[in-house]
């Protein structure tokens, strides 16, 4: 009995030791615009975040582009109005690797802050390689959030914390409806 409460109180100090030298992962997104860089939850967001890094690692999102952007004025079919660019590697979607699990803001505590990146999707458990970045706080986008009718929200996975001014920039270019023209091009995604 003895021996079990001892080897718990060791596996218990070893998972708080190896969860504290977990760290963020940073990325760098190196656009024409100018460079984003992103720190990603890999402990809150685990599931979503680790989608998003594959896609980094496999160089999936060189050559891709910031191609959507939202603001007020282009939304006039939806009544909850939200603000961000979009990005992805449209083109290459064929490569897209199989829809993870929606990760819920209920369940990781991450929002839909200033300069949150998070999934695209469609229906819950439908979030591939697509992904945006938040320009000012859209709690809509949140679990009970109104802008998905499903009332289930989007993966938040991370927060933009150096390039807020390009994210801005590329959010108030020129767009034809929603489709930024001339795209954003997104030369490379590395780790740093």
């Given at each position: 009995?003895?021996?079990?409460f001892?080897?718990?109180g060791?596996?218990l100090?070893?998972?708080?030791?190896?969860?504290?030298?977990?760290?963020?992962v940073?990325?760098?997104?190196?656009?024409?615009?100018?460079?984003?860089?992103?720190?990603?939850?890999?402990?809150?967001?685990?599931?979503?975040?680790?989608?998003?890094?594959?896609?980094?690692?496999?160089?999936?999102?060189?050559?891709?582009?910031?191609?959507?952007?939202?603001?007020?004025?282009?939304?006039?079919?939806?009544?909850?109005?939200?603000?961000v660019?979009?990005?992805?590697?449209?083109?290459?979607?064929?490569?897209?690797?199989?829809p993870?699990?929606?990760?819920?803001?209920?369940?990781?505590?991450?929002?839909h802050?200033?300069?949150?990146?998070?999934?695209?999707?469609?229906?819950?458990?439908?979030?591939?390689?697509?992904?945006?970045?938040?320009?000012?706080?859209?709690?809509?986008?949140?679990?009970?959030?109104?802008?998905?009718?499903?009332?289930?929200?989007?993966?938040?996975?991370?927060?933009?914390?150096?390039?807020?001014?390009?994210?801005?920039?590329?959010?108030?270019?020129?767009?034809?409806?929603?489709?930024?023209?001339p795209?954003?091009?997104?030369?490379?995604?590395?780790?740093?």
């Amino acid at each position: 009995m003895r021996r079990s409460f001892l080897l718990i109180g060791l596996l218990l100090l070893c998972s708080t030791l190896f969860a504290a030298d977990e760290k963020p992962v940073h990325v760098l997104l190196h656009t024409e615009a100018g460079d984003i860089e992103l720190e990603i939850d890999t402990v809150h967001a685990p599931i979503t975040a680790a989608n998003f890094i594959r896609y980094v690692d496999r160089g999936f999102y060189d050559g891709a582009t910031f191609f959507r952007t939202l603001t007020p004025s282009n939304q006039p079919q939806n009544k909850v109005k939200i603000e961000v660019i979009q990005g992805g590697n449209e083109p290459r979607e064929k490569e897209d690797l199989p829809p993870i699990k929606l990760e819920r803001t209920s369940e990781t505590g991450l929002k839909h802050v200033d300069g949150a990146i998070s999934m695209a999707r469609d229906g819950p458990d439908s979030a591939t390689s697509e992904f945006f970045i938040c320009v000012g706080a859209q709690p809509e986008l949140d679990f009970g959030g109104r802008r998905n009718p499903d009332g289930q929200g989007f993966a938040a996975f991370g927060r933009v914390v150096k390039g807020m001014d390009v994210v801005r920039k590329i959010h108030e270019s020129p767009a034809e409806g929603q489709r930024l023209r001339p795209e954003i091009k997104i030369i490379s995604v590395k780790r740093l």
